[in-house]
Each structure stands twice: as C-alpha cells, then as structure tokens.
C-alpha cells in the first residue's frame, strides 16, 4: 500500500465476540476471525479493527481489561493472534487493535497491588456521573475510600497524572507494535486525564448522544503531550501505524485537536453516526468536519454506525425504509473524502435486534434501572449461513440470540443476489478506489445532497420529490432507477 495508507482506507470493525466461533461455544474468537478473512477481502476493505480480545471478568464486556498483554482463553491465546495478523497481512489486509487507556477492570492486578495508579479520594469530591447510570464514584470496602470510575464501578478510572501510568502503557504498545499490529484505536481518546482539582462539571450534564461534551472534568491539555509521545513511539516502526481517538465530541473543532500533525493520525467523527436522516443536517455535518480538520491538515473520518448505537436501518425508521435509507447512507459513506469504518453486519444490512430484558447482557440497563435498554441489540452476532438458530456463526447457542430475521440477511442468502446490500457494498468498495480529490457540492434541489470527487458525482435522494440525475454514467445505485430518476431514499454514483 502506498504511504499514509490510512488517509483514504476503509476499516472493518469487527466485535470480535459476535462475528465468528470456531469452537462451538457460542462466542466469537479469533480463531473464528481469522477463518473469515477471505470474505473481508473478496469485500474490499482495507483494515481491519478488532475490538478487546484480553482477559477480562466481562462486567463491559472486553472493555473492563485484566490484562493488557495476553488474551482471553475463550477467545484464544497469543500464538492464535499472531496467525491471524500473518495471514490478514499476506491477504493485504491491516490490523489495529482496541487499547483501553481511561479505565482497567477491577480484576487487574493494578487495583490491588498499585492503587496510586487510580483516582480517589477520601469522600464523593464532585457531582460527576457515570456514563453507565447512577454516580461516577464508589467505596473501596478494602480501602474505606472513594475510587472514580467514569463508566461500571467494576471499570476504575486510572490516574494518568502519574507518570508510572505513562510507563506502563508504552510498554503495553511496544508489546503489540513488537507483534505487527498497523495501529491502536484508542478508547475514550479524550478522557485520559481528568480534572486535577476534581471540581464539579456544569450542570446540566449534556442528555444528547454527545454525553461526552464535558466542559472540564475531561479534554484536559495533559493529553495531548501523552498523544506526542504515543506518535513519536508508532513513528520508530515501519509500515506508517496509525493511532486512532474515540474522541466523542459534537463540535469538530474540539476533535480536530487530537489530530494536529504531531499527535493522533486519525479521530472518530460521530457526527454523521449521531446524524437523523435530514438533508440540512448531514451537509452541515459534512462542511463542519471538513473545514475543522482542513484547519489543522487532517484527514476526516466517517462513520454510520458502530458497537455503541442501534443499526443504521432501525434508526432510520426501520423496515423497508430503514433498509433503502441505510443502503443510501452506504453509499453517501463511502464517496466520501478520508476513511470510513464499517461496522460488521452494516455491509448486510442488519436491524438493530430485538431482546428480552432477561437476555440482554449490556451493565446499562442494570445501572438504569432499565430505563436505558443498552447496546446488546447492535451487537448479536453476525450470520453466516440460512440456518438458525446459530445461522453459521456457531453450533451452539450464541451468547445473544439471533433473530430469525437473521437467515433471509446472512453473508450467504446475500452472495446469490446482485441486487443485495452485499453485493451493493462490494460494488462500491471497488469503485470507490477510483474516487480522489477535495468534495465540491453540486445543487440539486431540497432534500437532496450531491457532491462531486474528481470525475464521480455522489448524489443523494433524503427526502426530497425524485429528480434527474445529473449527467454522467450511473455506474452505482442503491435502488432501480426509472427514467433516469433518484427517488427519495436513494443514492447513486455517476462517472
């Protein structure tokens, strides 16, 4: 791959416990992950991301981490990951994996036997919440203090003003930049280091999607420092690896500070992910990203969906609709300027599943009360195969039950027909490396966006009455097309 691979690259997620068992438990390893890496190159993505594969006791799960440097036995062991990076990188595929710098699991040797890596106090300090539901301090029963813990009280918020923190966690890279991982998404990028003086955040605490837009408790200026000396550290290796921030802020400008020339290559933009399906919306998504980043010479990213939000189609209403529009929002997705992440299952079009309260296993909706359902329904695991009830991704029954719904969408029902979300995605991944150059908007009318890269104009139908295409070659769409027409729901690409 040519230099700064990742400034154009399409990244697979993969929630590694959902996508493939390959020993009949009913959850996903990497074994499993590795049997399937032909069918994400025959998609055409350019990376894969895999998500925390360490040991854990599973309070979050995987991102409640016992140990940094090892796998978890369920879903492997170390000689395993390494055969799957070999063989992921002799099939030109990338591998960056989830670190999760903010918090470990309680289980970690480090609580116990280094507490002066952790936040505490003698009392409650602050009115900070959980993201999880309830208060973001608990009582070490051991200690008779106060630990912080900005997620479940079983994820303690480590103290990163200790420089023994910093020390630790270079090793923790070098570990797996030693092995060949291309990168590190980093969890909770923006998080790291907490306000010194513990002070009370404003109130009220944001109750959009952006939960993350503190003002002072998080976004401290210590961590861009940390981020330097993370770059300086993946720079000393070959092969450009790439740092990516879950950085979780609806003002880009905020976002484009993680990703100055010196520090993370790459940030998540969750504006689109947290976007309704709205014209007006998603254009002014689209121009704020890229006039923040453009500020600081970075590259955009974008993203629909992920292992934290509902489906893409449930969220735009669900159904027939649902699906159209998603399949539009695939295509608006990938014409875009930068990198773009997938998340598994997206590329088949899954809904977002149903559960029983009994079967969900997300720490949110205990914490809530049940007010909040949790994550669980975006993360059932992916169907390979017709048949249920593991449709392909076990013999046994998967860790999350798999809608019957499943069998009609799995990778397998889709290969047969030329006109499936499938075939759509991998239509598009091929021609998408043709695409380049800056996005220049095209008028077309209310409800409706175009913009052209290079020869290829992206145009698409949100809501609007149908219009004529513009000129150009139709060589993508994501319905049928009558007279030359986009109806509303659709989008096309014209060469």
Aim: aromatic fraction near 12%.
């Amino acid at each position: 791959m040519a230099a700064e691979w990742w400034r154009d690259a399409v990244f697979y997620e993969i929630y590694v416990r959902s996508f493939a068992d390959s020993d009949g438990d009913g959850l996903g390893d990497l074994p499993g992950v590795r049997s399937r890496l032909p069918y994400l190159r025959e998609l055409g993505v350019d990376a894969i991301w895999l998500t925390p594969f360490y040991p854990t006791p599973d309070a979050d799960h995987g991102y409640d981490v016992a140990d940094y440097v090892d796998v978890d036995l369920r879903f492997g062991t170390l000689a395993d990951f390494d055969a799957l990076l070999a063989d992921a990188h002799a099939l030109g595929l990338r591998v960056i994996v989830d670190i999760v710098p903010n918090h470990t699991s309680i289980a970690h040797p480090w609580f116990r036997e280094r507490p002066e890596y952790y936040v505490w106090s003698d009392e409650v300090p602050n009115n900070w919440p959980s993201v999880f539901g309830g208060p973001a301090w608990s009582l070490d029963e051991r200690t008779g203090r106060y630990y912080l813990h900005l997620f479940a009280p079983e994820q303690p918020d480590l103290d990163w003003h200790n420089e023994a923190v910093w020390h630790e966690f270079e090793r923790i890279l070098r570990f797996w930049l030693d092995r060949g991982v291309d990168g590190f998404r980093i969890d909770v990028a923006h998080g790291l280091f907490k306000d010194p003086e513990l002070r009370d955040e404003r109130e009220p605490f944001p109750v959009t999607a952006f939960s993350s837009d503190w003002r002072s408790a998080v976004d401290q200026p210590e961590v861009h420092p940390l981020y330097r000396s993370w770059r300086r550290l993946a720079d000393t290796y070959d092969g450009d690896r790439v740092l990516v921030g879950e950085v979780v802020f609806s003002d880009p400008k905020r976002i484009a500070q993680y990703v100055r020339r010196d520090e993370l290559q790459l940030a998540f933009n969750f504006t689109l992910l947290f976007a309704p399906w709205d014209a007006e919306t998603i254009r002014r998504a689209i121009d704020g990203t890229l006039s923040a980043l453009s500020d600081v010479g970075a590259t955009a990213t974008w993203v629909f969906e992920n292992h934290d939000v509902p489906r893409l189609p449930t969220r735009f209403g669900g159904g027939a609709d649902g699906l159209r529009r998603a399949r539009a929002a695939l295509l608006l997705l990938l014409a875009l300027p930068g990198a773009a992440f997938v998340y598994a299952g997206q590329e088949l079009g899954l809904e977002e599943g149903e559960l029983d309260d009994a079967d969900r296993q997300d720490p949110i909706l205990a914490r809530t009360g049940g007010a909040r359902k949790g994550r669980d329904g975006c993360r059932i695991p992916f169907p390979w195969s017709v048949e249920g009830p593991g449709f392909g991704f076990t013999t046994a029954a998967p860790w999350l039950p798999m809608p019957a719904s499943f069998g009609v969408l799995s990778s397998a029902s889709q290969e047969a027909d030329s006109a499936s979300t499938l075939a759509l995605c991998r239509a598009a991944l091929r021609i998408r490396r043709e695409l380049g150059g800056a996005l220049q908007w095209v008028e077309i009318g209310p409800g409706a966006l175009a913009f052209t890269r290079a020869s290829v104009t992206c145009a698409v139908n949100v809501d609007g009455e149908p219009f004529e295409l513009p000129d150009g070659e139709v060589v993508l769409a994501s319905e049928p097309l009558s007279d030359n027409r986009l109806p509303a729901g659709a989008a096309a690409w014209l060469r």
